[in-house]
């Protein structure tokens, strides 16, 4: 697996349905908060993606956030959403989605880590191997380092020509 690709691209976390997790094999997820749980340092959380993050709930699927930033953003949003985190992670590097593994108590060949960028996220899963979920960031950074990474990804996904799998693609709407 190239260290850049991910196994698997979604618009969206909300794609991610309990019959895509099973044919996947995944049975716990590591998931980023900045731009995929909710947009950048925003405490609120999309209605599209609460419902799903309460459908996962009630599933019982270990989830666990794994985030860059600072535990004064990350804690507050894991206590509102009710799950456990780890902050300053040091994405890409693999020891903080190692530690994730470790605490939702499963093998990594049955996690999934889930986020927005390519250069953090999906190499960082690669490197750790666990199973690497590409989302579309909820809101486009306009500016600064972010917005330069968010250029490099766009061209790598156009040259790669990877596009967000559809549920028709599967067959599981």
Not at 63 to 92: C, Q, W, Y
Not at 112 to 138: E, F, M, R
């Amino acid at each position: 697996m190239p260290l850049f690709k991910p196994n698997y691209y979604l618009s969206g976390i909300s794609d991610l349905t309990p019959r895509r997790l099973s044919f996947w094999g995944i049975k716990g997820l590591i998931l980023d908060v900045d731009n995929t749980l909710a947009a950048q340092d925003d405490p609120h959380l999309p209605k599209e993606i609460d419902t799903w993050l309460k459908a996962a709930k009630e599933m019982h699927l270990p989830m666990i956030i794994l985030s860059n930033n600072k535990p004064e953003r990350v804690a507050p949003f894991a206590k509102k959403v009710g799950l456990p985190f780890v902050a300053r992670a040091a994405k890409p590097l693999p020891f903080g989605f190692a530690k994730g593994v470790k605490l939702l108590g499963l093998k990594k060949e049955s996690v999934a880590a889930v986020g927005d960028q390519i250069l953090t996220d999906i190499i960082g899963s690669n490197l750790c191997g666990v199973k690497s979920i590409l989302t579309d960031p909820l809101k486009e950074e306009t500016e600064g380092f972010l917005a330069a990474k968010r250029r490099w990804q766009k061209n790598y996904l156009n040259r790669k020509k990877l596009t967000p799998l559809e549920k028709e693609q599967e067959g599981l709407l």
